[in-house]
């Protein structure tokens, strides 16, 4: 009898993991497609292929600011996950020519937020920004009381 519910124990958490990792990916999926239907014109399929930048919070400037100098031949569609700034000073460095950025999100409390963008890069939002006595010039991220800026890098 003990064996038996030990069997069904372990039964439930394997198929309680099968199950949460589709959910998972439907939703990652799903901030995606809104990117691709952002740009429309996109040289990447039905189901692309992507990779993700893992962003951070930084608190009081502290913290690491994320980076993606991998420069690529072909378009590389990049999901740029949510970061967190906070009374600080936060930069988001998106430099492959050929990156097309899909932005989850960004929160900026108090502080200045700057992505520097290669020139021929493509950014896009998953969700529409928002601003709340503050400055949101590129409209992808939440703003509360402070700035996002674009720089634009590598134009010659």
């Excluded at 069997?7 to 959910?23: A, D, E, Q, R």
């Excluded at 998972?24 to 952002?38: R, V």
């Excluded at 970061?83 to 998106?94: P, R, Y």
Aim: hydrophobic share 40%.
């Amino acid at each position: 009898m003990n064996m038996y519910k030990k069997t069904i124990s372990f039964s439930v958490i394997i198929l309680s993991l099968l199950f949460s990792v589709p959910t998972f990916a439907t939703e990652e999926d799903g901030f995606m497609a809104n990117c691709l239907k952002a740009w429309g014109n996109h040289p990447f399929g039905n189901n692309p292929r992507y990779k993700t930048l893992a962003t951070n919070v930084k608190v009081f400037g502290i913290g690491e600011d994320p980076k993606d100098a991998e420069v690529t031949s072909s378009p590389s569609l990049i999901m740029v996950n949510p970061g967190v700034n906070v009374m600080g000073g936060a930069t988001v460095e998106l430099l492959n020519p050929n990156g097309w950025y899909c932005f989850k999100s960004q929160v900026n409390v108090m502080g200045g937020l700057t992505i520097k963008a290669h020139c021929k890069a493509h950014l896009a939002s998953a969700n529409g920004g928002t601003t709340v006595l503050g400055s949101n010039s590129d409209k992808k991220s939440v703003t509360v009381m402070g700035s996002t800026e674009v720089e634009l890098v590598g134009c010659k």
